[in-house]
């Protein structure tokens, strides 16, 4: 059997986007596969007949990355126009062999809904001043120049922002008109039809300046044209869990005056009334799930079935399929080792899924069981050609006395008596969580031969507000968490060499990375990721800072508290730093800016300490997950690579 190696990228298939068809009948979902050739994904759309289970892709451009389902037998999906900013929509018969086109929106859109009088609610990001006219000789703001004047001036995956809103339109295929619903100034996040089809729900904030951290949620009528508030200005912070539950409003929200680390509450809102309760506060985020780079795409995470709302979450290592209902009781229907979406049908969901350490497939679980049905074979041969190490669960329990879920995988060749070394990985967030689920990269690092042991410390999700709670706390409980958890894998696996250790994580894990090496000489490489350094920079740089990572930080500012944001930046302590460290960053990361690797590059350079850059060029924070095919191997290969220079066996 074959060891893991680079290339094997292009043999996984990433799903995403299951919906089930109006009666039932069918099951649609995305397909993405890495294209070499192309350097992109090749996407496209298969249906399986809920009966029969008989399986079928649809064969287009391979640009079939989203849809909708219009009636039983025909679902709706675009492409890039053939006009730059267009975006041409087709429809397709699921038993016919033909896409035809259907029409064609003036706009680059991003959602898509269907109204019931054949009209359509779409998404665009567009400028709220768009220039009508080029100006030869001039420069053009967006192309030659930048000018911005609000923030976030940036956000990740998408570039300047300022002066842009994410805007809501009706758009009539009768005439080909669109008509703007939202206000100027309303940068929408997400938006639902109403089960009778006469309102669109839709949240986000209107603002000027500076984005504030609460959310608007609005709902306008179709026939009247007329928009109003559920929810007064500056009330909650809505999570994107919101929408209609029958005859009322489901959402998911915390107060902004609450910490980010703050477990949000359950509520319900009568559209009619605005009247609004919390309906329960189960201590913990919905549609979170284990964290790994073998998810693509999106897809539903929460449905509404009569008096039965279904969502997963996490819990420990794993990832539940939870059932509430309105009187806040709720209860796992089953479990899993990663959910990316899911759809309900009657008496079953439909969900992409990982289970039994494979990579995604289609799961179908009855509500009314735990056992759940694998129904596709994307991968059956490759695990049958490849050797893939699972991973042991262990435990260990904190300074605070919590027991604490880790993961260690052997080497795929192991011999036990013979000396390994061992890699720490280390995830980002910190509110993320690790899962025994299949993930490329930690098989790709055990493969040549190496223990690879990841954990959930504190900050983690899965474990409730208490556990998560990590505001002013980085670098201190978590710190200790990694180190204990080292010695805790090294006493459980004696054949790992304790004097060829490697450490390594991304964002928070990059943050971490960068805080281990400044206060611990034991491990003898790192490398340090999409990485955080210096706070007093990057709470003003992030596409975040001012909210997010501020908030981690006590709501710390530079003006106020240079010295305590300091103290949290493992720039103060890059004297202590003599381990070997490779930084690997992307020029267009707007998460994490690519001058906090390049400070402590430079800072270890100047000292006389190994170290090494590798910035990409184009990419996001995302590249590990979504950045093209090219990208992500470079990442992979110098990171395996840097490991092999420096974690010789003895």
């Known amino acids: 059997m074959e060891k893991i190696k680079l290339e094997d990228l292009y043999q996984y298939h990433f799903l995403s986007e299951v919906r089930v068809s109006p009666k039932g009948g069918s099951v649609a979902f995305v397909e993405r596969m890495a294209d070499e050739e192309k350097n992109g994904y090749h996407a496209r759309i298969w249906i399986m007949e809920a009966a029969t289970r008989k399986l079928s892709p649809l064969e287009g451009n391979g640009d079939e990355a989203a849809f909708c389902w219009l009636d039983e037998e025909t679902i709706l999906f675009p492409r890039a126009g053939e006009k730059a900013g267009t975006t041409d929509f087709y429809r397709r018969g699921v038993q016919s062999g033909e896409a035809e086109k259907a029409f064609t929106i003036p706009l680059a859109v991003k959602q898509f809904h269907a109204l019931p009088d054949g009209k359509w609610l779409v998404l665009t990001r567009r400028e709220m001043e768009p220039e009508t006219e080029e100006r030869p000789g001039h420069a053009q703001n967006g192309k030659d120049v930048y000018v911005f004047d609000e923030l976030p001036f940036w956000g990740d995956g998408i570039g300047f922002i300022s002066g842009t809103r994410m805007s809501g339109f009706l758009f009539d295929p009768a005439d080909g008109s669109v008509r703007q619903i939202t206000s100027k100034t309303f940068d929408m996040e997400g938006a639902q039809v109403s089960p009778d089809g006469n309102k669109i729900l839709y949240w986000g904030v209107a603002f000027t300046g500076i984005r504030p951290d609460w959310k608007q949620l609005m709902e306008y009528d179709i026939a009247t044209g007329e928009t109003r508030s559920l929810l007064p200005d500056g009330l909650l912070r809505l999570t994107p869990q919101v929408g209609y539950w029958g005859s009322e409003i489901f959402v998911e929200a915390t107060a902004p005056h609450e910490s980010v680390f703050h477990s949000p ?22 549609a979170t799930s284990g964290i790994g780079d073998m998810s693509l795409g999106a897809g539903r995470t929460w449905a509404a079935a009569g008096e039965k709302l279904y969502t997963f979450r996490l819990n420990h290592g794993d990832t539940e399929l939870l059932c509430f209902d309105k009187n806040g009781d709720f209860h796992a229907v089953a479990s899993f080792e990663g959910i990316a979406a899911f759809d309900i049908s009657d008496a079953d969901a439909y969900l992409v899924a990982f289970r ?44 605070t006395g919590e027991e604490i879920d880790g993961w260690v995988i052997k080497p795929p060749d192991y011999v036990p008596g013979k000396k390994y070394p061992g890699i720490l990985n280390i995830h980002g967030g910190p509110k993320a969580a690790y899962s025994a689920q299949y993930y490329h990269e930690m098989q790709l690092l055990a493969a040549p031969g190496r223990f690879v042991f990841y954990t959930n410390p504190h900050g983690s999700d899965g474990r409730g507000q208490d556990y998560f709670n990590m505001v002013g706390k980085w670098g201190t409980i978590d710190y200790q968490d990694f180190m204990d958890f080292t010695d805790e894998v090294l006493r459980c696996y004696p054949d790992i060499d304790p004097e060829c250790l490697g450490v ?65 930046s493992p720039l103060k302590y890059v004297g202590n730093v003599t381990t070997p460290t490779l930084f690997i960053h992307s020029d267009t990361d707007y998460r994490c800016r690519m001058d906090e690797s390049l400070q402590m590059f430079t800072s270890l350079k100047q000292q006389g300490v190994h170290s090494k850059v590798l910035l990409i060029h184009n990419e996001c924070h995302e590249l590990n997950r979504s950045g093209k095919p090219h990208s992500r191997l470079a990442r992979l290969q110098a990171l395996c690579g840097w490991f092999s220079q420096y974690l010789t066996p003895r």
């Open 504 to 568: 390594c994580g991304g964002s928070y894990g990059g943050y971490m990375t960068n805080w281990i090496i400044g206060h611990t000489q034991r491990f003898k490489a790192a490398c340090a990721m999409r990485c955080i350094s210096n706070f007093v920079s990057s709470v003003l740089t992030c596409d975040k800072g001012y909210l997010f990572l501020s908030e981690h930080m006590k709501g710390a500012t530079p003006w106020k508290d240079a010295d305590f944001l300091w103290e949290k």
């Open 265 to 286: 509450d359950l509520y319900l809102i009568n559209p009619a009334t605005c009247e609004r309760r919390v309906f329960c506060s189960p201590d913990g985020f919905l």
């Open 356 to 399: 039994e350490h494979r990579p995604q497939e289609l799961y179908r679980q009855p509500l009314d069981s735990s056992t759940a049905e694998r129904l596709t074979t994307f991968h059956d041969g490759f695990l049958a050609s490849h050797q893939v190490s699972r991973p042991e669960h262990i435990t260990f329990c904190s300074r």
